[in-house]
């Protein structure tokens, strides 16, 4: 009988402590995520893209970013605009002549960079619906550019809008495939 009762109590033993380290394991788990929950940083919001960040996003507008940032226009573009930008690809900066954009880019330039840029660059977010043909917009630099529609294609003074309507948090841009010069 004393065999039974220590094999019982034995039992009672080891079931007690299974319940005991099972529970305390539990507590364990439950202690250790808590605070893992709670100490999930909160992502604050981004911040507003504008047409530069647009631009600066774009793997095919490297040198227009590089441009912009010569002529000291990034500021200014940034601004309150709102803005229409028409981006020249790195692609159309390529197609002019050999040594054109390296001679832009250099210091002593940058009064003939700015008002290539600013030719590219009108007052307001003029969407591509509000485009029609024939229109005449006038840029930043003073001249104005012209609005051709043929067939349900975009021009901007010959050069085709390639993609339209990127939206910046003060404007607008239309992507084209060809570099703006303006007459004066």
């Given at each position: 009988?004393?065999?039974?009762?220590?094999?019982?109590?034995?039992?009672?033993?080891?079931?007690?402590?299974?319940?005991?380290?099972?529970?305390?394991?539990?507590?364990?788990?439950?202690?250790?995520?808590?605070?893992?929950?709670?100490?999930?940083?909160?992502?604050?919001?981004?911040?507003?893209?504008?047409?530069?960040?647009?631009?600066?996003?774009?793997p095919d507008h490297t040198t227009l970013?590089?441009?912009?940032?010569?002529?000291?226009?990034?500021?200014?573009?940034?601004?309150?605009?709102?803005?229409?930008?028409?981006?020249?690809?790195?692609?159309?900066?390529?197609?002019?002549?050999?040594?054109?954009?390296?001679?832009?880019?250099?210091?002593?330039?940058?009064?003939?960079?700015?008002?290539?840029?600013?030719?590219?660059v009108v007052a307001g977010a003029v969407?591509?619906?509000?485009?029609?043909?024939?229109?005449?917009?006038?840029?930043?630099?003073?001249e104005e550019l012209t609005v051709s529609?043929?067939?349900?294609?975009?021009?901007?003074?010959?050069?085709?809008?390639?993609?339209?309507?990127?939206?910046?948090?003060?404007?607008?841009?239309?992507?084209?495939?060809?570099?703006?010069?303006?007459?004066?």
């Amino acid at each position: 009988m004393q065999k039974n009762i220590l094999t019982t109590f034995a039992a009672v033993a080891i079931i007690a402590t299974t319940f005991v380290a099972c529970n305390s394991a539990e507590t364990k788990k439950e202690e250790t995520t808590a605070p893992v929950v709670t100490e999930v940083p909160v992502t604050p919001p981004a911040a507003p893209t504008d047409i530069v960040d647009v631009a600066i996003g774009s793997p095919d507008h490297t040198t227009l970013v590089a441009a912009v940032t010569a002529a000291g226009l990034v500021e200014t573009l940034k601004g309150a605009g709102p803005f229409t930008v028409f981006a020249p690809t790195n692609a159309a900066f390529a197609a002019l002549p050999a040594g054109t954009v390296d001679g832009l880019l250099k210091p002593e330039s940058k009064d003939a960079l700015t008002k290539i840029l600013t030719y590219h660059v009108v007052a307001g977010a003029v969407k591509a619906a509000d485009l029609k043909d024939g229109q005449k917009v006038k840029t930043l630099q003073g001249e104005e550019l012209t609005v051709s529609i043929k067939d349900g294609k975009v021009m901007i003074n010959g050069a085709n809008v390639t993609a339209a309507d990127l939206t910046g948090s003060n404007g607008v841009v239309h992507v084209i495939d060809a570099v703006l010069m303006p007459k004066k």
